[in-house]
């Protein structure tokens, strides 16, 4: 009896491990055919396989050993940067999902993960190049605003544009979540104009009652990159991790100048000491594709004196004279 108690306590012992590593795995099968079945493979392999090291580095609670076999340096720089503010790890042990042509590679979207510091799960975007090599992961818009958006492009060219441009603002988010300021130093022009709105009360009335309620109004106050980049190193050196959040994303191309597009969404911004909701406006420059820049970035509360910014009172590409 002694003995057949010691085998099943062995059985179970050497088992342990294997149940272990199977909680740690997260396998990825791609849904849609692809140009090549070796390809697909591939894809397949290797997000799996980075997928499955960022799981075991989260709960073993060590930064991730992440080879150059699937993911480049680049790649990895950014994954690790993600890292260092909020460890997390994919909810799903197994995913079938489809694999998107963009205008650079290839994409997965919808890979669920938890984010320790931000207590929220959220979707990744993983890129991988014509080899099936990650070369980008930041964090996702909602399924059904990227297609939204993708959806509604006049042509070719716009719909290769509206792409690039949904790239562009998910790296911008995930810019903030991971502190990168080299990646905001590079895309915000050596001119950029920052316009930044703030709620203040004004005291209406004789009253001294009526005075202390007062009214609320936006004043405006600007800055250059310079100023707006050592402010926000300050707020990257006081907080552990910034969360962001963008919703109602609308782009827009200039009547005028084909390679300028307006892109606006309301932004949730939230860290342990703050946090606020308003709508964002970027105005983008495509002259160089490969190096999108911004000459303009505007913050609006999202309310004030008790009501919704009205549409109209939002910046748009209209609200600023382009001087070629």
């Known amino acids: 009896m002694k003995l057949l108690c010691l085998k099943r306590f062995l059985v179970i012992f050497l088992l342990l491990p294997l149940w ?10 791609i849904e849609n055919q692809l140009d090549s079945e070796v390809l697909k493979n591939n894809i397949q392999k290797n997000i799996s396989e980075f997928l499955s ?40 042990s197994w995913m079938m999902e489809k694999c998107l042509n963009t205008a650079t590679g290839f994409q997965v979207r919808n890979i669920p993960m938890f984010m ?13 190049n014509s080899s099936g090599i ?11 605003q990227y297609m939204t958006v993708i959806e509604s492009n006049k042509s070719v060219t716009d719909l290769h544009r509206r792409q690039v441009i949904l790239d562009f603002v998910e790296n911008f988010r ?12 590079q895309i ?23 005075k202390s309620l007062g009214e609320e109004k936006v004043i405006y106050q600007t800055q250059t990159k310079k100023q707006y980049l050592t402010n926000l190193a300050r707020v990257f050196n006081n907080n552990q991790y910034i969360n962001l959040n963008f919703e109602e994303i609308e782009i827009t191309q200039h009547p005028k100048w084909d390679e300028i597009y307006g892109t606006s969404f309301k932004q949730d911004w939230n860290t ?23 000459h303009v970035r505007t913050w609006q509360p999202e309310k004030y004196n008790g009501r919704a910014l009205p549409a109209e009172e939002r910046f748009d590409l209209g609200s600023f004279d382009i001087i070629n």
């Not at 995930?174 to 130093?185: E, G, I, S, V």
């Not at 909701?277 to 594709?289: A, N, R, S």
């Open 272 to 294: 342990s000491n703050y946090s606020d909701t308003g709508y964002v406006f970027l105005m983008i420059d495509f002259k160089d594709e490969n190096n999108p820049i911004i």
């Open 174 to 185: 995930t810019a903030y979540n991971r502190k990168d300021l080299p990646f905001l130093q």
């Open 53 to 92: 090291e960022i799981n075991l580095a989260y709960s073993e609670t060590k930064a991730p050993k992440l080879s150059s076999k699937y993911i480049t340096s680049e790649a990895k720089s950014s994954v690790l940067a993600m890292w260092e503010t909020s460890p997390f790890y994919c909810v799903e």
């Open 188 to 210: 915000y022009s050596d001119d950029a104009l920052i316009i930044t709105g703030k709620v203040v009360k004004q005291q209406t009335g004789s009253d001294q009652v009526f």
């Open 20 to 29: 272990s590593f199977a909680q740690h795995t997260t396998t990825l099968e």
């Open 134 to 144: 990650i070369d980008d992961v930041h964090i996702a818009i909602a399924m059904q």
């Open 116 to 128: 320790k510091e931000a207590n929220d799960q959220m979707d990744l975007v993983i890129g991988v």
